[in-house]
């Protein structure tokens, strides 16, 4: 049988002399794994189309009791150029694309995700390198909300106390006040009354919404670093995941 879908390319590793076997994430089938025969050979065009970030229009021969399907052609729908000339954008995608590989599940779709997921690159692509990580901290937020992984910010998971000054339990995974939780994992008043403003402002206002300093910047993805590591196990597997709180956590 054939599929078609559109699909963001995640990650893709060689297999034998000229294969590919990708992992993408599909709005109509959710997270899929397909082999790509010969596309590595020096005419084959296809192995430019299987690159990671790119979102694409895929065909593959389905079969069910298949865990990698067979791809047979596709098309870029749009790539994300600007993004490959600078650092940050690359970590950062990078974290991004693992993010979605890593708490999905086959045949799982959730064409919110996927939309979230192409909203955000198409943000990161185009945006002036101070604004991507506030972009990425909105990623963070609304992906969270619709794994079912909500932060719950407002009141001490513990007492139900109005947080203000808060620390991150690394056992029960959430905030908590400082009369019943302390780690080296805060937020003050003002990183909680932020992360609520990202909870109700659109993607498309983040860039007139927000200009935080990086001592609250680093502090809150420090937070939401621990946070998913907590809540999205499999992330511990992410090499760029990890790199990228390297770069920010002795800040």
Same mark, same amino acid.
């Given at each position: 049988?054939?599929?078609?879908?559109?699909? !963001?390319?995640?990650?893709?590793?060689?297999?034998?002399?000229?294969?590919?076997?990708?992992?993408?994430?599909?709005?109509?089938?959710?997270?899929?794994?397909?082999?790509?025969?010969?596309?590595?050979?020096?005419?084959?065009?296809?192995?430019?189309?299987?690159?990671?970030?790119?979102?694409?229009?895929?065909?593959?021969?389905?079969?069910?009791?298949?865990?990698?399907?067979?791809?047979?052609?596709? &098309?870029?729908?749009?790539?994300?150029?600007?993004? &490959?000339?600078?650092?940050?954008?690359?970590?950062?995608? &990078?974290?991004?694309?693992?993010?979605?590989?890593?708490? =999905?599940?086959?045949?799982?779709?959730?064409?919110? !995700?996927?939309?979230?997921?192409?909203? /955000?690159?198409?943000?990161?692509? =185009?945006?002036? $390198?101070?604004? !991507?990580?506030?972009?990425?901290?909105?990623?963070?937020?609304?992906?969270?909300?619709?794994?079912?992984?909500?932060?719950?910010?407002?009141?001490?998971?513990?007492?139900?106390? /109005?947080?203000?000054?808060?620390?991150?339990?690394?056992?029960?995974?959430?905030?908590?006040? /400082?009369?019943?939780? $302390? &780690?080296?994992?805060?937020?003050?008043?003002?990183?909680?009354?932020?992360?609520?403003?990202?909870?109700?402002?659109?993607?498309?206002?983040?860039?007139?919404?927000?200009?935080?300093?990086?001592?609250?910047?680093?502090?809150?993805?420090?937070?939401?670093?621990?946070?998913?590591?907590?809540?999205? /196990?499999?992330?511990?597997?992410?090499?760029?995941?990890?790199?990228?709180?390297?770069?920010?956590?002795?800040?």
């Amino acid at each position: 049988m054939i599929y078609t879908t559109d699909a !963001i390319v995640l990650n893709n590793r060689k297999y034998s002399d000229s294969s590919l076997i990708c992992n993408l994430y599909s709005k109509d089938y959710g997270k899929l794994s397909i082999i790509a025969k010969g596309v590595r050979k020096v005419k084959n065009l296809n192995g430019a189309i299987l690159q990671p970030l790119n979102h694409i229009n895929l065909v593959y021969y389905f079969k069910s009791k298949r865990n990698i399907q067979t791809y047979k052609e596709a &098309s870029i729908i749009k790539k994300y150029d600007d993004i &490959s000339k600078n650092y940050n954008k690359i970590l950062i995608s &990078s974290v991004i694309l693992d993010m979605i590989n890593y708490s =999905s599940i086959e045949d799982n779709p959730c064409d919110i !995700i996927f939309r979230l997921t192409n909203k /955000t690159l198409d943000k990161i692509n =185009s945006s002036e $390198s101070t604004n !991507i990580f506030y972009y990425f901290i909105f990623f963070n937020i609304q992906l969270l909300i619709y794994l079912g992984y909500k932060p719950l910010i407002k009141r001490c998971y513990k007492c139900s106390k /109005t947080l203000d000054n808060a620390s991150f339990n690394d056992k029960s995974g959430q905030l908590e006040c /400082t009369s019943c939780c $302390s &780690s080296n994992i805060k937020l003050n008043a003002n990183s909680i009354q932020l992360i609520n403003k990202f909870f109700n402002t659109h993607i498309d206002k983040i860039n007139t919404h927000f200009n935080l300093d990086n001592g609250t910047l680093n502090n809150i993805k420090k937070y939401f670093f621990h946070y998913i590591l907590h809540h999205i /196990t499999n992330m511990k597997k992410s090499k760029a995941y990890i790199n990228f709180n390297k770069k920010y956590d002795s800040i």
